[in-house]
């Protein structure tokens, strides 16, 4: 919450230029329904121009605005965290050429131009790592049964997303075209490899504790619990082949179920 | 030298190349055939940057990566194979780029372009690209990620017809 | 009853629209949504038991460009709102009736996938009328236009939740009888086996070299420390 105070209050409004913080603000909070209209044909195109909408109206007149929109409603598509820093640069973009400084690209090619790698980057890091990472953490309080797994959960996932969605917002307004240089400073890529092997890491841990305490649970020896990680593995093996989730766990749990059946009718035979 | 996937996509190197077909194919080096994008040095960068760096990435006219693909340099790489449209593909393969199968990925919606399945606008011309390709012995299959079902691209033109 | 799946009709929608439509601040995540669910109908931890096992199930499927991944939000919050509602109708509780549910809802889950995909290619024809209401130079058209995907969106979210209970509450209760007794052996283990299924499919999938190194690594060491300690 003070994240996102923080970056509200002194990225997104901080800084004094030609659009007024109180329209750059109307922008950010339309970013949060960029994928409303989400559709096959334009993507997030519509959303994109439905938040800069705002911002078009300030810097062009009543005459110019309709031909500029049509431009802004076509095909887009970037990874929701980063389109603030898209939309940041495209104003700041716009209001050069508004002002008579001469861009050194289209606006259109470079909406075009970046968001094929932010959405990249994006689909890597925030789906590919941080949503895991925190799934991973938050399910160890969850398994406990802890009722504020959830909660956690969403603080821990979010940090970074708000962080991104207001202080790159104001970074890409601020910057302009050089906004796109950040991405080669900080190898964005491997830090998502990076948070992917935590992950890993965190998902290994958790499938432990959660077999142990399985274990502990129902008295069954716990040594007997390092064999789980042959089923996994070959498990892993098979969806590394293509095979879906749904045939997996179907294919588990039943083979699960008819093992439980059979155990009880050989408890059931020991017993007479 | 292993083509693992050779595939038509208008976006490119994006999410769904990164993190579904790379694992999935166990690529470790991505070729992108496109006139457009090797002329633009800024667009290079981006693109270059997007990637991982243990993975290689060639960026390069349709001539360069044909002229990459019959020297011996990716011999010991496991390449992903990226075009833009359908017309690069089939002049990469006239040129001597040869692929056996072509994955439908993406191909964006234009005016006067028809829709064959959720993420495939095709135009007539495209039609007559991808029946050459066809004739040629490639198999064409449209999937969009290995998590959806894989289908002969001949089987969505039904859709095309039924529309008029 | 009715209320109750009014009351979970309700927290359907907001997650739902959380998936794509806006902020995506990962209320939809079945970890936040299905206790969230639960909470409103009063047992929060029928929830919390239902998020574990879906959450980590379909992880691996991410949301990448135009690809549509099924509906694991609407999957969680329906089965939390079955499996609370024929809990106290059955009189029944435990595991053995949640894992019931999530049988019926997971392959349900399905039409999820399929109801996304049609609100997205409604949501084509939003294009066309935004560009004319621009030609018309009706900017509050425009605007209102691209507001209009929200409605199919939460339609989509609210037919999947619709189809996931009805199946539930037409199969579950003649089912529950034959099932129960039988489900009881190894209802315990069937409910491991979720996240560890979803587990094992995101190791083989997620676009680390060495996933399954590691993955055998951590769980040995956290395996040994527990034993030992």
Redesign the interface.
């Known amino acids: 919450m003070c994240l996102l105070l923080y970056g509200l209050f002194i990225d997104v409004v901080g800084v004094e230029m030609k659009v007024s913080w109180q329209t750059r603000l109307h922008i950010w909070f339309r970013l949060l329904l960029l994928q409303a209209s989400w559709n096959f044909e334009t993507l997030q195109g519509l959303g994109f121009f439905y938040a800069l909408l705002p911002g078009m109206r300030k810097l062009y007149s009543k005459e110019k605005l309709p031909e500029v929109s049509l431009k802004y409603t076509g095909y887009f598509n970037t990874h929701v965290y980063f389109a603030p820093l898209v939309a940041g640069a495209v104003l700041r973009l716009e209001e050069d050429r508004i002002s008579g400084t001469a861009a050194e690209v289209e606006i259109d090619d470079f909406k075009q131009m970046v968001a094929a790698p932010y959405a990249a980057i994006g689909d890597a890091f925030f789906w590919g790592g941080l949503r895991p990472l925190a799934a991973g953490i938050a399910l160890f309080l969850a398994v406990k049964g802890i009722l504020w797994a959830p909660l956690v959960f969403v603080l821990l996932y979010n940090i970074v997303p708000i962080w991104f969605r207001t202080a790159f917002f104001s970074r890409g307004y601020r910057q302009g075209l050089k906004s796109v240089e950040f991405i080669q400073q900080h190898k964005l890529p491997d830090l998502a490899i990076h948070t992917k092997e935590a992950a890993v890491v965190v998902l290994g841990g958790l499938s432990a504790f959660m077999v142990f305490s399985q274990l502990t649970q129902h008295q069954v020896p716990s040594w007997l619990g390092m064999l789980t990680l042959i089923p996994m593995v070959m498990l892993g093996l098979v969806a590394r082949k293509g095979f879906s989730t749904l045939l997996l766990v179907i294919i588990t749990v039943s083979s699960i179920f008819l093992i439980g059946l059979f155990w009880a009718d050989v408890v059931h035979l020991i017993a007479f | 030298m292993a083509l693992v996937l050779a595939r038509i996509d208008n976006?490119?190197?994006?999410?769904?190349?990164?993190?579904?077909w790379?694992?999935?194919v166990q690529a470790d080096c991505i070729v992108v055939a496109n006139d457009e994008i090797a002329g633009?040095p800024?667009?290079k960068?981006?693109?270059q940057?997007?990637?991982?760096?243990?993975m290689q990435v060639e960026i390069g006219t349709i001539a360069e990566a044909t002229l990459l693909f019959n020297s011996a340099q990716l011999n010991r790489r496991r390449t992903l194979l990226l075009f833009g449209t359908t017309a690069d593909a089939v002049r990469a393969y006239q040129g001597g780029l040869i692929y056996k199968r072509l994955n439908l990925g993406?191909l964006?919606?234009y005016k006067g372009k028809a829709?064959f399945s959720?993420?495939l606008?095709l135009d007539p011309a495209d039609l007559d690209n991808l029946e050459l390709l066809d004739q040629a012995g490639v198999k064409i299959t449209a999937r969009?990620?290995?998590?959806?079902g894989e289908r002969p691209w001949r089987k969505l033109i039904p859709a095309l017809k039924g529309r008029g | 009853m009715v209320l109750s799946l009014f009351l979970g009709s309700l927290v359907s929608l907001i997650c739902g629209l959380d998936r794509v439509a806006i902020l995506q601040i990962m209320i939809s995540r079945p970890i936040v949504a299905a206790p969230l669910a639960a909470l409103v109908l009063g047992e929060p931890l029928v929830g919390l038991q239902i998020g574990v096992m879906v959450e980590l199930l379909w992880l691996a499927r991410l949301p990448v460009g135009a690809a549509v991944p099924p509906d694991d939000t609407q999957v969680s919050i329906a089965s939390s709102v079955l499996a609370i509602t024929l809990g106290q109708t059955l009189n029944a509780s435990g595991g053995e009736l949640l894992l019931l549910c999530l049988f019926i809802a997971v392959p349900l889950g399905k039409f999820g996938q399929y109801f996304d995909r049609y609100a997205r290619q409604y949501n084509v024809r939003l294009v066309q009328r935004v560009d004319s209401a621009l030609k018309r130079e009706s900017f509050l058209a425009a605007e209102g236009q691209h507001l209009r995907g929200l409605i199919s969106f939460s339609l989509s979210s609210l037919a999947s939740y619709a189809i996931i209970i009805l199946g539930g509450l037409l199969i579950i209760p003649v089912l529950w009888p034959y099932v129960q007794q039988s489900l009881s052996y190894s209802s315990a283990w069937m409910q491991l086996a979720f996240p560890l299924v979803g587990i094992a499919v995101i190791l083989g999938t997620i676009n680390v070299s060495r996933a399954i190194t590691l993955f055998c690594a951590s769980f040995c060491m956290a395996f040994l420390l527990m034993w030992l300690v």
């Open positions: 976006r490119l190197i994006h999410g769904q190349v990164l993190e579904a790379v694992p999935f633009n800024l667009q960068m981006m693109m940057a997007s990637v991982p760096s243990r993406n964006q919606a829709r959720c993420t606008f969009c990620i290995p998590a959806d």
